[in-house]
């Protein structure tokens, strides 16, 4: 039988200022299973970072309710459990003075404390870590030295170090190229085989249609949620409603892409 990890009831959020409020969500409900790979798709300003703030605790929900394990959010505190890789994480290397190793292994201060000094079993933990996402040659490299598909890599390591059966992913392949986009995917599938549950934001329509088990497309509303393949049932007159604007799926060697 299915068990949620996250089950999101009825919730709605707006920023709201001294002169105006922004909707940002409305009555949105839907759940995420253990094991399964959802993607929240929609377009610039649909409320997908707003509801991961939300789902993460960054922000005090005003209306609805947020389960994660069955626990009410506010009173959920195993957050090492949830491993989470921020937008554009990658593009914050640059200039950031630490190796790999050291950026990787501060994963695991949410667990120990800042003060901590790392044991043998944490460095054993950094070598498999490094090992699954393929960056051991790296350890030792400053990371504002790296590629952008390098310095992402290193920062989903840093998420999994604490072994999580939860990641987060905000955004994660923004700015990078085709080839590393690819095994940025094989790293998610392997993932997926050692039942990590995955949430995934993206912009992306192409990937998601390639790989996630089921889809969350967002504008404000809940406009679809489904699997896989009913997600690419909707067709590009459905998908452009949503979107607000005519989309067009292109096929781009096993991947499609989603165009303007
Ligand atoms: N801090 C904020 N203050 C006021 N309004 C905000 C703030 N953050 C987001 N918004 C507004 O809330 C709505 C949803 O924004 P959100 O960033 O969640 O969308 P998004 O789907 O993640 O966008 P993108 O794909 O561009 O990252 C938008 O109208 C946005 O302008």
Known sequence: MAV????IKDVTYEYKDKMEATPAL???????????????????GSGKSTLLKLILGVYKLQQ???LINGKNRKSF?????????SQKAAAHAKGFPATVKE???????????LFKRFNRKDNEQLDKTLELLD?????YQNVSNLSGGQAQR????????????????????????SKHVKDFYNVLFKLKEKDVTILLVTHDIG???DNADRVACLNEHLHFHGTNTEFQNLGEAELSKIYGFPLQLVSHNHQRECCK
């Open 26 to 44: 409305q009555n949105i409900s839907f759940s995420i299973n253990e094991g399964e790979f959802l993607a929240i798709v929609g377009p610039n």
């Open 135 to 139: 960056i051991s040659h790296i350890k």
């Open 103 to 113: 950026v990787v292994l501060s994963g695991l201060t949410k667990e120990k404390g």
């Open 154 to 177: 290193v920062f989903i390591a840093r998420a999994l170090i604490n072994n999580p059966s939860i990641l987060v992913l905000d955004e994660p392949t923004e700015g990078i190229d």
């Open 4 to 7: 949620p990890v996250f089950e």
């Open 77 to 85: 505190n195993a957050w090492q459990d949830i491993g989470y890789v």
């Open 207 to 209: 990937v998601v249609v």
């Open 64 to 66: 609805g309710q947020i």
